[in-house]
Structures are given as C-alpha cells and as structure tokens.
C-alpha cells in the first residue's frame, strides 16, 4: 500500500513562528504535492515538486516555501506564520506523468491552528 | 476564479436510493477528471475517474458520467449506503500540459441516512 507520513496532525503555533510541515512517501514517487484544505473552496494547491531539488508555484505559493532534498521527503515551510494561514494541509504524492492519469495519494493531514 | 465548482455543498440521501453529485469546469484544457472521497480528520481517497474520450465510467455501486460540451460531469452512487457519508471532491487534470497538477472543487457533504 502506498504510505503518505505527515510528521504531525495537530499543531498550534503563534503569530510570527516559523512552521515546518513534514511529509514522508515510501513509494518512490517523483512527484508530491502540498495543498490546503479550507471549507467551501475545496483543496487548493500551494508548491508541487517533480524531482529532487525541484519546486514549482501552486495556485496559492504567498507566505509558503517548500523543501525537497530528498526524493521522499517534502517539506512545507511557513516563514512567519498568519493567522489566515490556519487551515488543514494535506501532502500528496504520485507517478510521473505518463506512468498514470493523474491519481493522487494523500496524507492524513496536519491541522494547524496560528493564534 | 474556480475552474472546477460543486455548486451543491451538501446533500442529503436515505439509504438505498441514488446519490448524484454534480460538477462543473471552465478550462477547456481538462481532459482528465478524478472524484475524491474523504472522512472527517482523513486524507481524500481516490474514488473513481474517467477520461475525457469516455463519457462514461463505472465501478460498483459509483458510475462517472462527462458532458463535454457541457463542461459538466456527475457521479452517481447506486445504492447509497450509511458509510458513504463524506466529503466528495471533483478534480481535473490537463494531463498532457500539466502532469499530474489536480485542480479541485469546492465539495459536497453527502449525509446517508439509515
């Protein structure tokens, strides 16, 4: 079965902290992706990345960078942490394109709540 | 603006009868689309897609149907059953310019009662 790991499910920081978002995938998929999950307006996407040391803009990338030093690893980073960037961020993984049509597997997610 | 909507944010079903679910895209570039499934504190899980050369899917008890010239697409769930309540997403792909970059709707809520 394929594995998304988010580090953590819950987290509660304060206005300014710097928040790392971890996420772990053990079936060597190319690539992965962080959205965010906000009622009504469905999953939207924040930064994708197609390969090691690659990183591309999602739909909304302001107040967000990613890392990925490693193929199974992508980190999400929010350098200053809002308040309107409490929501439920949720990592996904997935084959190149060509290899399928475009399935996505998904972490739990992790709940973030910025006081 | 939201290139893929779900104008209905919930619906609510009695067991045994038919769910529909209704989507609806602007990009015409699309030519891939996906439903998701997802329980309250899960990950969305893969449900079923269909290809914009079909105008039909089925798997089960959940069929996908595409109107292209619509820009349309539904999912049916025959019969519902008290474990499909969840939150549906349609997504869609422009497989050949975008890879796998999903864009999703806003969801409905699907409440199945015994």
């Known amino acids: 079965d394929v594995k998304v790991t988010q580090s953590s499910r819950y987290l509660v920081k304060r206005t300014g902290e710097k928040v790392f978002l971890e996420c772990v995938q053990d079936m060597d998929h190319e690539n992965m992706f962080w959205y965010r999950q906000d009622p009504g307006l469905g999953l939207r996407l924040i930064y994708f990345s197609y390969d090691v040391k690659m990183k591309e803009k999602g739909d909304i990338p302001e107040g967000y960078s990613v890392s990925r030093e490693k193929k199974e690893r992508f980190s999400l980073i929010l350098e200053s942490a809002s308040t309107n960037q409490t929501s439920m961020y949720l990592c996904?993984?997935?084959?190149?394109?060509?290899?399928?049509?475009?399935?996505?597997?998904f972490g739990e997610g992790s709940r973030l709540t910025v006081l | 603006d939201q290139q893929v909507k779900q104008n209905s944010p919930s619906l609510s079903v009695q067991e045994g009868r038919i769910s529909i679910l209704n989507c609806d895209y602007t990009?015409?570039?699309?030519?891939?689309f996906l439903w998701y499934k997802k329980y309250p504190a899960e990950g969305p899980t893969f449900l079923i897609s269909?290809?914009?050369?079909?105008d039909k899917n089925e798997d089960g008890r959940f069929t996908v149907f595409l109107n292209k010239s619509a820009k349309h697409l539904s999912l049916h769930i025959v019969p519902s059953q008290p474990g499909d309540s969840a939150v549906y997403f349609c997504a869609a792909s422009a497989i050949r310019t975008a890879g796998n970059k999903l864009t999703f709707g806003g969801g409905t809520r699907v409440l199945v009662k015994p």
């Open positions: 269909i290809s914009s050369i079909k």
């Open positions: 990009n015409s570039m699309f030519d891939y």
């Open positions: 996904a993984s997935s084959q190149p394109q060509g290899a399928n049509t475009g399935e996505l597997f």
